[in-house]
């Protein structure tokens, strides 16, 4: 019989997690801030771009919590 491997003993969890987190972070931050922006110019307030940024950073590290913190 063939013998499977379980992701935990030959390490893809941990190169996908390693993989996954920084791209969270970086989609957040890019997707949110993105959005800021636009609403920025669209409503002719230059403060939505920063919020947006900080915002998607700080929902992606909840998103990041809840994926592989618990």
């Given at each position: 019989?063939?013998?499977?491997?379980?992701?935990?003993?030959?390490?893809?969890?941990?190169?996908?997690?390693?993989?996954?987190?920084?791209?969270?972070?970086?989609?957040?931050?890019?997707?949110?801030?993105?959005?800021?922006?636009?609403?920025?110019?669209w409503l002719g307030v230059e403060a939505f771009f920063p919020?947006?940024?900080?915002?998607?950073?700080?929902?992606?590290?909840y998103l990041v919590y809840v994926r592989y913190g618990r």
């Amino acid at each position: 019989m063939s013998e499977q491997r379980k992701p935990e003993e030959d390490g893809r969890d941990f190169a996908n997690a390693a993989w996954s987190i920084p791209s969270y972070l970086i989609a957040g931050m890019l997707a949110w801030g993105g959005i800021g922006w636009l609403l920025g110019r669209w409503l002719g307030v230059e403060a939505f771009f920063p919020i947006g940024i900080v915002f998607g950073a700080v929902l992606a590290v909840y998103l990041v919590y809840v994926r592989y913190g618990r």
